[in-house]
C-alpha cells in the first residue's frame, strides 16, 4: 500500500502512526508528496498514482492500493473530499483508490495522545482537549507555539515516534485513516468515517 499525502510532514510521520498495522499484516511501502512544494489537487493526486502503479510494474511489486490523505485545513472535509470523489473510478483499472480526509492537518492526531505529545515536547501543553483533537483549530500554530516558534517535519517526526495509535484514535479523522487503509473496515468504535472508495 502507498499513501499520497501533501507534504513533507505526512511523509515523515505516516510511517510511525501507522506502525501497529504491520500487525495486521498491512504493508505501507512508501509515502509520496507532490513535488516541489505543489499543492494535492486532484489532478496532481492522479499523477501521482499513475506514477506509482508505473513503478510498482517495473518493479513487478503487484501495488493492490493507493490511500490519499488530504488536508481540510479547517473547510468541510465532506466538500473536501468531493474535489477528488471521481478519482477512485477513474483509476480502478490500475490500482484501488480509497480517499480519506484529515480535519485540519494531521497534527491535530497529536493532540489526542497528551501524555506522549508532552513526552516528545518536555514540557506542560496548557488546556488542550484530548477528547476531541480535530476541534482543535490550526494545530500546526499551536505546536509552533509549544515549540516556540518554529515546528518543522523533523519535529512532527520526533512527535510521532512516541505517539500511541490507541490514543490517537479519539481522532475520527485518524480513524478514517486507519479504516481507509483496512479497505473501509469498521472505524474506531463511535467514530464518524470520512473516507471514500
Not at 31 to 48: H, K, Q, S, W
Not at 60 to 88: N, T
Not at 120 to 136: C, Q
Not at 159 to 177: E, G, M, Q, Y
Request: with cysteine.
Amino acid at each position: 500500500m502507498v499513501v499520497i499525502a501533501s507534504g513533507m510532514t505526512e511523509r515523515r510521520t505516516l510511517p510511525h502512526l501507522l506502525r501497529h498495522m504491520d500487525n495486521e499484516g498491512i504493508e505501507l511501502v512508501d509515502v509520496r508528496i507532490p513535488p516541489g512544494g505543489y499543492d494535492l489537487t486532484p489532478d496532481m493526486a492522479e499523477r501521482l498514482v499513475r506514477l506509482v502503479c508505473r513503478e510498482s510494474m517495473t518493479a513487478g511489486s503487484g501495488l493492490k492500493k493507493v490511500v490519499l490523505l488530504v488536508d481540510a485545513d479547517g473547510r468541510e472535509p465532506a466538500m473536501v473530499l468531493q474535489r477528488f470523489s471521481h478519482l477512485p473510478a477513474r483509476l480502478a483499472e490500475l490500482v484501488m483508490v480509497v480517499t480519506t480526509v484529515a480535519k485540519w492537518h494531521l497534527e491535530a492526531w497529536f493532540f489526542a495522545d497528551g501524555q506522549g505529545l508532552r513526552k516528545a515536547l518536555g514540557k506542560s501543553l496548557g488546556r488542550i482537549e484530548e477528547a476531541v483533537p480535530d476541534d482543535i483549530e490550526s494545530p500546526k500554530k499551536r505546536l509552533k507555539d509549544l515549540l516556540g516558534g518554529t515546528y518543522s517535519s523533523t519535529d512532527a517526526e520526533k512527535i510521532a515516534r512516541v505517539l500511541s495509535p490507541a490514543r490517537i484514535r479519539r481522532s475520527p479523522s485518524f480513524c478514517a485513516l486507519e479504516a481507509a487503509v483496512r479497505n473501509g473496515a469498521k472505524p474506531c468504535p463511535g467514530k464518524e468515517l470520512t473516507s471514500t472508495q
